[in-house]
């Protein structure tokens, strides 16, 4: 099965930008649509965006235009580049994977906390 280790979220003022990335054990790693989802307390784990194998992404409305998500088949990695930070962007978030898009065979990574404040 494989494993997720994400990194990269931290404290950041609204308007910034942030990188979260994320690293997976398994050595089939293309096979994944690969996601990351966020939960703010208080409220359902919800959808960031999703990147499958061949590379079709889908966001959020509140997030696109300002989150990007890719990934690096070679380094087992996902990315979600987040710009012009809100307040409500706030949450954990968690990276998923989801073999050949079956959700009812996803992983999900231990998450990384962001933190929007002034």
């Known amino acids: 099965q494989v494993q997720l280790v994400e990194s990269g979220g931290g404290l950041v003022q609204p308007g910034g930008s942030l990188r979260l990335s994320c690293a997976a054990s398994a050595s089939t790693f293309g096979i994944y649509t690969m996601g990351w989802y966020r939960q703010a307390p208080g409220k359902q784990r919800e959808l960031v965006a999703t990147i499958t194998s061949g590379d079709s992404k889908n966001y959020a409305d509140s997030v696109k235009g300002r989150f990007t998500i890719s990934r690096d088949n070679a380094r087992n990695s996902v990315f979600l580049h987040m710009n012009s930070l809100k307040y409500e962007d706030a949450a954990v978030y968690y990276c998923?994977?989801?073999?050949?898009?079956?959700?009812?065979?996803?992983?999900w990574g231990q998450g990384t906390q962001v933190t929007v404040s002034s």
């Open positions: 998923s994977a989801a073999p050949w898009g079956d959700y009812e065979q996803v992983t």
